[in-house]
């Protein structure tokens, strides 16, 4: 049986998101969330939205392994989000409505629980960055604004990747999606942290920038006085260029470490920087090889990662623990499934 641990600490989590939120997180403790649930992201949508009613069906959930497929597992979670009313409830029926007891609706009936126990667990001035890809990223916004209400919904941050789909038939898709909430209006964010600000472009420093102090610093004078130096660069924008991707197997890459679903370290650095302040508490629900609680360790957050793989768990237990030794790390905890 694993020992107890304060909140004030780092834990790393094996098994059920949802059971270890509802047991092991308190109400208004979060400051910031990342997720990067399995999306479906290498099924198709005939897949998504084909009807559960056959061996073909069954053979195709098998031949994907981030396919959710709706179940006896499915409809019960589907019936307790209904049960509970709200707003949540009334988005899931009005989803069954329209798509029917797909695998698309097993993958909502299995996210809205979870979504709810994260908004119970930000604080007021917390915020939460969702990581889909278009095949779900439209129904997920939906399923936030009723968790998070619409009010709250704060930016949809396109990533672009540095390579797309090789195809004829339609746009090449080399993007993905930040669904980006608040737990209300009075939500923290740092504009000034680092990553946030981009060089001015020549045209517009030509244009713009025609003054010069005394230190030979350039600046655009507002009409209220107030100056705007060229040199502080400006905000970056809802599209993100500039994060660069590696293949999980990459040899040429020092982040590598071979995981399928692996983020760029420099995503979490931003996403962190902008949501939380050092001591600060993130919580990745689905840590997989721990990308959000390496970054928070080493930017001096606390941290809680879950992962209900023993592969992804493993890793992140090497992976942190090349870290220990660094000031902030409090303690390094693992619950696994019997502990629960």
């Not at 981009?198 to 655009?220: A, Q, W």
Request: aromatic share 10%; glycine share 6%; charged share 25%.
């Amino acid at each position: 049986m694993a020992r107890e641990v304060a909140m004030a600490e780092n834990v790393l989590y094996y098994g059920d998101n949802l059971d270890i939120l509802r047991r092991y997180v308190k109400d208004e403790t979060v400051d910031l969330i990342y997720l990067d649930p399995p999306f479906n992201s290498k099924a198709t949508y005939n897949v998504l939205f084909g009807e559960q009613n056959g061996s073909q069906a069954a053979a195709q959930i098998k031949a994907f392994e981030d396919t959710w497929s709706w179940d006896q597992a499915a409809a019960e979670a589907y019936q307790e989000v209904v049960e509970a009313g709200g707003k949540v409830s009334q988005a899931m029926q009005a989803f069954r409505m329209f798509l029917g007891d797909s695998n698309m609706l097993a993958y909502l009936s299995m996210m809205a629980p979870r979504l709810v126990e994260m908004r119970r667990v930000l604080k007021p001035t917390g915020s939460i960055y969702l990581h889909c890809d278009p095949t779900a990223s439209h129904y997920l916004k939906m399923l936030m604004d009723a968790v998070f209400r619409a009010r709250n919904f704060v930016n949809e941050i396109i990533l672009q990747r540095r390579a797309g789909q090789r195809t004829r038939k339609y746009f090449p898709r080399k993007h993905h999606t930040l669904l980006f909430y608040s737990k209300s209006r009075s939500f923290f964010f740092n504009s000034d942290a680092p990553d946030m600000r981009e060089p001015i472009d020549p045209l517009s420093l030509k244009m713009h920038f025609t003054h010069v102090d005394e230190n030979g610093r350039k600046y655009r004078l507002y009409p209220s006085g107030k100056r705007f130096y060229a040199d502080a660069g400006k905000m970056i924008t809802d599209v993100w260029t500039d994060i660069k991707w590696q293949k999980a197997r990459s040899p040429i890459s020092p982040e590598s470490l071979g995981y399928p679903t692996q983020k760029p370290e420099a995503l979490l650095q931003r996403v962190i920087g902008a949501s939380s302040n050092e001591g600060g508490l993130v919580l990745d629900p689905f840590c997989g090889c721990g990308t959000t609680i390496a970054v928070a360790q080493r930017l001096n957050r606390r941290w809680i990662g879950i992962d209900n793989s023993e592969m992804a768990i493993q890793i992140c237990e090497e992976r942190l623990g090349v870290q220990e030794t660094q000031p902030w790390v409090v303690s390094f905890v693992t619950r696994r499934d019997d502990d629960l």
